[in-house]
């Protein structure tokens, strides 16, 4: 059973970068399948933000692209998220995700357990 | 404002049916069969109901289901139970450029 896990620091001050790293155990990225990194602000809906193919292809929410960066380190068997001048509307709950499919996603079918990132002075 | 837009709440008696629209353009839920819909329960994480349009994943009650029409997709649950009060939402491809997009979500209370 894959099992994913947030992690990074909880607190980011205005203009800095936001890095968080999804473990991934019960499952090897290099096998296949894209991995995802959503967030949710408080009180508000799901946003997508983008998406790693287990090859490194890169897919990203154009609202969000000029800022972001998700990476894979198929050695550590994580992927991770790097989130470039931030401000307090990136204060969110952060989600890893796996999507399995092969052409194109299917759906996020496991989740890691979230953690929340406050951007605060 | 969310690309998918879904009716804020709906609600409905124990044992009852109800279904969630999430409507879309001709360039997400109109053109993929690659509608999901989530769970998402207070301080938890979103619980994948129904990918592909209509496909149930293993351990996902029967009471789930899952449709399309046109820009619009559909999940209904039948024979509602308390513990299905949560907040649902779609997902859609939507090509290689905006790639996917997210529902605003519906909150349901089981009353």
């Known amino acids: 059973q894959v099992q994913l896990q947030e992690s990074g620091p909880g607190l980011v001050k205005p203009s800095e970068t936001l890095s968080l790293t999804c473990a991934v155990s019960?499952?090897?990225?290099?096998?296949?399948?894209?991995w995802g990194w959503i967030r949710q602000p408080p009180g508000k809906g799901l946003e997508w933000i983008g998406t790693?193919?287990?090859?490194?292809?890169?897919y990203y929410n154009p609202s969000l692209k000029s800022r972001v960066t998700i990476s894979v380190d198929t050695s550590k068997n994580q992927f991770s998220l790097r989130l470039s001048s931030v401000t307090a509307a990136d204060t969110a709950v952060y989600y890893c995700?796996?999507?399995?499919?092969?052409?194109?996603?299917?759906?996020?079918?496991?989740w890691g357990q979230g953690t929340l990132v406050t951007v605060s002075s | 404002q969310s690309a998918l837009t879904q009716p804020a709440s709906v609600s409905g008696s124990p044992g009852q049916s109800i279904t969630i629209s999430c409507t879309g353009t001709?360039?997400?839920?109109?053109?993929?069969?690659?509608v999901s819909w989530y769970q998402q329960h207070p301080g938890k994480a979103p619980k994948l109901m129904i990918s592909?349009?209509?496909k149930r994943p293993s351990g996902v009650s029967n009471r789930f289901s899952g449709s399309k029409s046109g820009n619009t997709a559909s999940l209904t649950i039948s024979g509602l139970q308390a513990e299905d009060e949560a907040d649902y939402y779609c997902?859609?491809?939507?090509?290689?450029?905006?790639?996917?997009?997210f529902g605003g979500g519906t909150k349901l209370t089981v009353l």
């Open positions: 019960g499952y090897s990225i290099s096998s296949g399948y894209y």
């Open positions: 790693i193919y287990h090859s490194g292809n890169t």
């Open positions: 995700a796996r999507q399995p499919g092969v052409a194109a996603p299917v759906g996020f079918d496991s």
């Open positions: 997902c859609s491809y939507a090509g290689s450029s905006t790639y996917l997009v």
């Open positions: 592909e349009v209509g």
């Open positions: 001709s360039s997400d839920v109109g053109s993929y069969n690659l």
